[in-house]
């Protein structure tokens, strides 16, 4: 897996806790986001590399939204997720 030098989201659409996480995102973090079609036969070759590549094909195909974390960590959990990235914020 490439190393990455901030959170990745991964998401789909049409995915009411993806966005759920999208819309409580604390300002002024830094994070990538992507979002794929829901109907990952609509999946293009490159979102299908991606998501090969960034180790969370098959993580994707169980659960969303994934973040993905420069340590090489995933959280799978909208909590969790939007635990860690509140956590960022800078007060």
């Known amino acids: 897996m490439k190393k990455i030098d ?6 789909l659409e049409n995915c009411k806790r993806c966005e759920y996480v999208k819309e409580h995102i604390p300002e002024g973090i830094d994070i990538e986001i992507k979002t794929y079609p829901h109907d990952m ?5 490159d979102q299908l590399t991606e998501a090969v590549f ?6 994707l195909q169980k659960t969303v939204p994934i973040l993905l974390l420069p340590d090489g960590r ?7 997720i939007k635990k860690y990235l509140h956590s960022l914020k800078r007060d």
């Open 6 to 11: 901030k959170p990745i989201l991964f998401g």
């Open 41 to 45: 036969k609509e999946w293009s070759v």
């Open 54 to 59: 960034y180790e969370v094909y098959t993580d």
């Open 74 to 80: 995933k959280l799978k959990s909208v909590i969790e």
